[in-house]
């Protein structure tokens, strides 16, 4: 018997799901992580490793607990765990790792309802607990290799370590020996996903060809911090260093694969433009007069927070109203 | 008159003043870093909320109705003022924890709550029943959620190391570790309560 089915808009329909486009998001990832194996060693691996392997292992427990549907293979779980070891030092203890996962994914995600529910970015959850209660070791940065470790004593914990250029740029001294060409290719300290811009570039654009992403939420906030830290330079107005901007500290892991989150930003272009505007300016003010070095991820929590507000006042008309 | 063991047992559980009710939520979050100003703040309220319950529910025809806060507060008042007082002259580091969060049992919702709520419409005997049960829930809800904190924000528990080489996870002694740690508790109960019906 044929049924005719009466459905709300839209009607469009593609072959995409949630678990196709978290996978796609943790393929364009993996260019990053590859060069952090490249640029710390097989500390980094490890990190990378415990990270998704932790965050897989909550989120079947926590659903196991809940009596719900185990939907592990939305691969939701393991993008939360390998964002959140990008957000790490390369030289973290384990148990860093593993608390942090489980603290983004229960505590980020799960307790609000899972996938879909939540409003914060579960990996940002995360790695800001981690920073609140262990400071020590979130911002104890690991040098790159071939200055003085190599690949395999990079597991030791008491690897040598370095600031991250931000860090040096915050006690007022000068960054020397580092170009924006060691900045690209991530030959600094800093933790292990962020460094390696040109690896992240790429997966960038592979989500942007595929459309998975549109180029709304990044760029305009990429440009609002290489604006405004141009604007207010130490050296006077209009004097600032953007590239130096741009290039440093975790703004294009932050701007391309957390902030553009389809869960916690908004959904109408208007809203984005706002959004990634927000997110731009807030985390200029926090490294100009702030008390944090970095502040991308502080930034987007916050305007996570406000994206219920900014869907509100952005909601396209209905046609006829 | 009988004893109603069941408005005793109310505020522990079914009607616990922080976890369901949400009431007197400043001094919980302020004082819960440690479980000696946890417990030291609940015995204090307690106190308080026995003393008052008592008065006002002697008092309760005789106070015209216009002006019953003001009579409730100078009578909650009273009962601060010695609470403190005792404090500063038997336990002087306790006051000193506590601060200004002891003066300020005074607008505790809890007691002003009972004081209004029920105090103020029952027997001397059940106001003292009820400001007992009160009391323990509100006592219990600060050590559940100090100990919490202390244990994990401090690696401490009564002031004493429970455990060698533990990393205090400091967000615990934090006002966010607060928020958190009653966040959590409140789902808990509501879930138990949930469960009970």
Known sequence: MNKLIVSYSPHLHTNESAAKIMWAVFISLLPAGIAAIFIFGLAALWVIFLGVISAVITEGLLQRFN????????????????????????????WLVVIGSFFAVAIGKQIFGGLGQNIFNPALVGRVFLMTCWPKYMTNFMKPLNTGINFFSSLHYD??????????????????????WDLLLGKHGGCLGEVCILALLAGALFLLIKKYISWHIPIIY?????????IFGSKGLFSGDWIFAILSGGLVLGAFFMATDYVTSPLTRKGQVIFASGCGILTAVIRLWGGYPEGVSYAILIMNAATPIIDRYTKNRIFGR | MKFESKEFIKGIVKENPTFVLALGLCPTLAVSTALTNGLGMGIAATFVLIGSNIIISLIKNIVPDKIRI????????TFVTITELFMKAYSPALNRALGIYVPLIV???IVLGRAEAYASKSSVSNSIVDALGMGFGFTLALLLISGIREVLGMGTFFGHKIMKGYEPMFIFALPSGALLVIGLLMGLFSLLKNRKT
């Open chain 1, 222 to 230: 990429i440009a609002t911090v290489g604006l405004f830290s141009w």
């Open chain 1, 159 to 180: 690897a040598l370590t370095a600031a991250t250029p931000l860090m040096t740029v915050k006690e007022g001294k000068a960054i020397t020996g580092i170009s924006y």
């Open chain 2, 70 to 77: 003001p009579c409730y507060i100078v009578v909650i008042a």
């Open chain 2, 107 to 109: 607008v505790n919702c």
């Open chain 1, 67 to 94: 009596k719900k549907k185990i939907t592990l293979t939305d691969g939701s779980a393991a993008l939360t765990g390998l964002l959140l070891s990008y957000n790490l030092p390369a030289n973290s203890p384990w």
